[in-house]
């Protein structure tokens, strides 16, 4: 327990919340959830009222992602820093999809066309976020932290099959260039 929380305390040393009982909230919240890794917040936070106010934090427009993960990104630099030798940054993008009837909540991941009853094609919408995620890591496979994170969603589709058509002739150009030069030598 100890451990748990001078953890969360480097990790909550660059967060600055405008609001002192949002950055109250923060820590239990993230006290709560180190406590039950892996659980969904319901479990974590174990009651109905710590569940409630979970929810209520991370719906406050006043709290922002980039706040919430300052003191991570300034935690992450510090370790960064005091490693002698490579680092690797791996990098990853993560939809996660959610079912619903109404698209403008959450947003659109891509759209496309399924076979429906009697064989004919029906379209659907696949709801949810993307995320791309930088992690630092050392050669020995030490996870020092996020070095960045983006999250977004695709409101239009226009174009996308011409883009990809002309990242797909870019790619093979490039393939073709080194396999050319590397012939060469």
Known sequence: ????????????????????????????????????????????????????????FLSNERVKEDTILAGHFQSTRKRFAAINGPVLILHDTTEFTYSRNDTEPIGILHKGLTRGPGGRQQPYTVCGISMHSSLAVTIDGLPLGLAAVKFWTRSKFKGTKALKRKSIRRAFRLKRRKAFVGWKT
Do not use: H, V
């Open 1 to 56: 327990m100890l451990a748990a929380k001078s953890w969360i305390d480097e990790e909550l040393a660059g967060c600055q919340f405008r609001d002192m009982r949002l950055g109250k909230r923060f820590r239990k919240l993230l006290e709560q959830l180190s406590e039950g890794t892996g659980e969904s917040i319901p479990l974590a936070c174990q009651d109905w009222a710590n569940t409630k106010a979970a929810y209520r």
